[in-house]
């Protein structure tokens, strides 16, 4: 039984012997070196025509020449067209009910147990103070202590409830009237359990009256 592989091999082999033992004479050799030897060019005449040039001429075309369109440019049709972006305006609806809370860890806002911000809680609040540039709201800032509940981490909650809003209206540039602190807090998520958690609430205006 012949095989593919065994077909394969075989015609291999008789292409092996048909380049060895096949051979070209002197005379065929030089017809060859010939051929290459001769350079096309575009013509046998000294006339250099494009490709594009053709031998017959083109038929002569009647052409309907309009007053206005695309030849003549009817400048006093055209008009001025003022399409603006609408301006961004936010409804409390849209943003949020009637508040809204951002809780982050404090130990990704503050270095240690101090209150001077580390690199990405400023990011943080950057992002935060963003979205209250376009929604205007009454912010409450408080720190819901972790498993230390103690007067010292009162106090700590205080001071870095001063931090974040030194931040927003000073780095910030918001309205310092729009920023209240205080020590009450409300229940801190799951995930933080055991953490402290900076919780920033932003009421809308109708909530707040």
């Given at each position: ?51 594009k ?26 008009k ?51 979205f ?29 409830a ?6 927003f ?41």
């Amino acid at each position: 039984m012949v095989t593919f592989s065994d077909c394969m091999t075989l015609l291999l082999c008789f292409f092996v012997i048909l380049m060895t033992f096949s051979s070209f004479d002197d005379a065929a050799l030089s017809r060859l070196a010939g051929s290459f030897d001769y350079r096309a060019v575009d013509s046998p005449t000294d006339i250099k025509r494009t490709i594009k040039d053709s031998v017959v001429p083109p038929r002569p075309r009647q052409m309907d020449r309009t007053q206005v369109g695309s030849e003549q440019p009817a400048e006093e049709l055209l008009k001025s067209i003022k399409n603006p972006r609408k301006p961004l305006n936010i409804a409390f609806t849209d943003a949020y009910r009637d508040k809204k809370l951002f809780h982050i860890a404090s130990g990704s806002l503050f270095w240690g147990n101090g209150s001077s911000f580390v690199q990405s809680g400023r990011d943080r609040l950057r992002m935060i103070a963003s979205f209250m540039t376009l929604v205007p709201c009454q912010v409450v800032i408080a720190e819901i202590p972790g498993a230390e509940e103690s007067e010292a981490a009162l106090d700590r909650g205080l001071e870095r409830a001063w931090s974040v809003m030194d931040y927003f209206t000073v780095q910030a540039a918001l309205p310092a009237k729009r920023f209240h602190i205080s020590a009450t807090h409300g229940q801190a998520p799951e995930r933080f359990a055991g953490q402290a958690v900076m919780e920033i609430t932003l009421l809308a205006g109708s909530v707040y009256e």
